[in-house]
């Protein structure tokens, strides 16, 4: 399983309320290379670079408390990710974590925001950051890896924005949020799926030890993807529990798979 530092870890239980508040975009370009303005918020990102050209790879996290430093997590799995597949790689902190603004948003984890993930305004700002982030790396070729909410809404997205990512690999992550919840303007990939791209590659990734994206919610998707004719893979993390799913062994080794296909 991926492994790492103590350091790493010492820094993500930190909530140490790095983000601000409003950013302008044009505070946010004096903020330095690791920082991008789409979708009216000020995105801090890490990248670890690949030697492939026109490809990339996007890591976005789940829901975290409010302030969380996820980048001190997420940046050692993307430098992994590089090195396992040489493409440029980038870890994002979504709004309200590590140095990201709070412009429109808040946090995934703010208190009286409701679920974010399930949100066709979120879920469109999340693709105005990967269409900014594919024409920052010039990329034409996107892999989205997305863990629990990072996973519910890059796939809601690929079916609001068919061409924006080549490869989708989600783990850990609700495919009908119907099922789970009820209210007014929910959306989930279900509701979207008859305009996603067949042309796209998908990994779902469950844990068996999962007790909060239980592996049937995965498995069920999966019969569904497949039955209507989509190019779908499971993939099983044998005894991983939803934290840290999509940096297991079976969720890299699925992602290296997937990318060396193209």
Request: aromatic share 8%.
């Amino acid at each position: 399983m991926y492994k790492k530092s103590l350091l790493t870890t010492a820094l993500l239980f930190s909530s140490s309320l790095l983000f601000a508040a409003n950013v302008s975009k044009e505070d946010c370009s004096k903020k330095g290379d690791n920082y991008i303005f789409a979708g009216n918020e000020c995105i801090q990102y890490h990248k670890s670079k690949g030697d492939t050209e026109d490809a990339l790879n996007i890591i976005v996290h789940g829901t975290w408390k409010e302030g969380t430093n996820t980048l001190a997590r997420y940046a050692p799995f993307a430098e992994n990710l590089s090195l396992q597949t040489d493409i440029t790689t980038v870890a994002v902190a979504l709004p309200g974590y590590s140095g990201s603004s709070t412009n429109n948003f808040q946090a995934l984890a703010h208190e009286g925001a409701g679920n974010l993930s399930v949100k066709r305004e979120y879920i469109e700002f999340l693709a105005s950051l990967v269409e900014a982030l594919k024409e920052k790396f010039n990329a034409s070729k996107v892999t989205y890896i997305g863990h629990s909410a990072g996973c519910t809404m890059g796939a809601t997205m690929t079916g609001l924005n068919k061409h924006l990512v080549n490869n989708l690999v989600c783990a850990g992550g609700v495919y009908n949020i119907h099922e789970k919840e009820h209210g007014k303007n929910l959306i989930s990939m279900t509701d979207v799926l008859h305009n996603v791209n067949k042309d796209m590659k998908m990994v779902l990734v469950y844990g068996t030890a999962d007790d909060i994206s239980k592996p049937q919610i995965t498995i069920d998707f999966y019969n569904l993807a497949k039955e209507k004719g989509f190019n779908v893979k499971l993939v099983e993390a044998k005894d991983a529990p939803h934290l840290d799913l999509d940096m297991t062994d079976a969720s890299v080794n699925a992602i290296v798979e997937v990318v060396e296909e193209e």
